[in-house]
Structures are given as C-alpha cells and as structure tokens.
C-alpha cells in the first residue's frame, strides 16, 4: 500500500522561507507525476506544483516565481517544495499528491500545515 508522507511545515514571519518535502513508498510507476496542492480554510485545494519523473515542471500562478518544486535525484519518489518571500496568503494545509499519468491511481498525503503570520 502506498504511502506520502510530508514534512516541513510550520509557522513563519511574512518574506521568510520554508522548504517542505515530501516522501513517497510502497509505489513506483515510470509515468508518475508528483505535485503539491494547498487548501486554505473556506476556499478550494489548489495546484502549487507539480514534476514529472522527467523532471518537468509547472506551477500555479500564485506562487509562480516564489516557490520551486524539486527532487532527490538519489530517490525520486522524494519532492521538495522550497518557498520564499511567503505571504500571508500563503497560509495553508499543504498537500503532497503522487498519480500514474492518464490513470486512476492517486495517492494523497495527510498534509502539513503552514502559517505565514507576524
């Protein structure tokens, strides 16, 4: 049985940095894609970025230019997220997504918590 595991969250003033990361196992695909999502209270997850096991990128536009997403290159079942110049809008359940590409398998962390506050 897969399983994601997130870590990394916490409490920051508004332009500090955070970096989450994110472990995947029990799953392996040569057609994964991993992504981080968010949800804030009251409004609907979102996409903040996403690689593929090529190492493509992309990145919702909020936060286009802030954060980057990226891999152990030792295992690539493991992502991170590294965020800068956070804002309070950034405040958030932060969630790690693992899917085969054009499939129905999907696996979703439990999430971790950030909060961009003075």
């Known amino acids: 049985q897969g399983q994601l595991v997130e870590s990394g969250g916490g409490l920051v003033q508004p332009g500090g940095s955070l970096r989450l990361s994110c472990v995947a196992s029990?799953?392996?695909?040569?057609?994964?894609?991993m992504a981080w999502y968010r949800q804030a209270p009251g409004k609907e997850r979102e996409l903040v970025a996403m690689?593929?096991?090529?190492?493509?990128?992309?990145y919702g536009s909020a936060v286009k230019g802030r954060f980057t997403i990226s891999r152990d290159n030792a295992n690539t079942n493991t992502v991170f997220l590294q965020m800068n110049n956070l804002k309070p809008e950034d405040t958030a359940v932060y969630y790690c997504k693992w899917e085969i590409q054009y499939s129905s398998v999907v696996y979703w962390g439990l999430g971790t918590q950030v909060t961009v506050s003075s």
């Open positions: 690689i593929t096991r090529r190492g493509g990128t992309a």
């Open positions: 029990g799953m392996t695909s040569s057609n994964r894609i």
